[in-house]
C-alpha cells in the first residue's frame, strides 16, 4: 500500500523558510513522477513543483520559481521542499502526490497517490 506522508508546515512570517518533507513507502514503480501540490483557501489545488525519475526534469511554478527548492533523499524514500522568502500567498494546503511515470509523465498530471497534506501559515 503506497502511503505518502507529509511534514513540515506551520506558521512563518513573511521573508521566512520552511521545510516540508514527503515520506513514502510502499511504491514500486521504476519510472515514477513526484511533485508538490498546494491549495489556497477557496482555490482549487496547483502544481508548485515536479520531478520524474525517468526524464530527470525538475520543474516549478513560475511564483515560486527561485525561492523554493525540490530535493530527495532516494536511500530515506523522502521528497523536501525549501521554502524560502515566503509570503503571504505561499498560504495554503501543501500535498506531495506519485504516479507511475507512464501516467502522470513529466509534469505531474494525473497522480494516483496523495499524502493528507500539511498546512503553511505565511502571515504576521
Known amino acids: 500500500q503506497v502511503q505518502l506522508v507529509e511534514s513540515g508546515g506551520g506558521l512563518v512570517s513573511p521573508g521566512g523558510s520552511l521545510r516540508l518533507s514527503c515520506a513514502a513507502s510502499?511504491?514500486?514503480?521504476?519510472?515514477?513522477?513526484i511533485g508538490w501540490f498546494r491549495q489556497a483557501p477557496g482555490k482549487g489545488r496547483e502544481l508548485v513543483s515536479c520531478t520524474s525519475s525517468k526524464e530527470g526534469n525538475l520543474v516549478y511554478a513560475d511564483s515560486v520559481k527561485g525561492r523554493f527548492t525540490f530535493s530527495r533523499d532516494k536511500a530515506k524514500n523522502t521528497a523536501y521542499l525549501q521554502m524560502n522568502n515566503l509570503k503571504p500567498e505561499d498560504t495554503g494546503n501543501y500535498y506531495c502526490a506519485t504516479a507511475d511515470f507512464s501516467v502522470a509523465g513529466a509534469m505531474c498530471t494525473g497522480m494516483d497517490y496523495w499524502g493528507k497534506g500539511t498546512l503553511v501559515t505565511v502571515s504576521s
Open positions: 510502499g511504491f514500486t514503480s521504476y519510472y515514477y513522477a
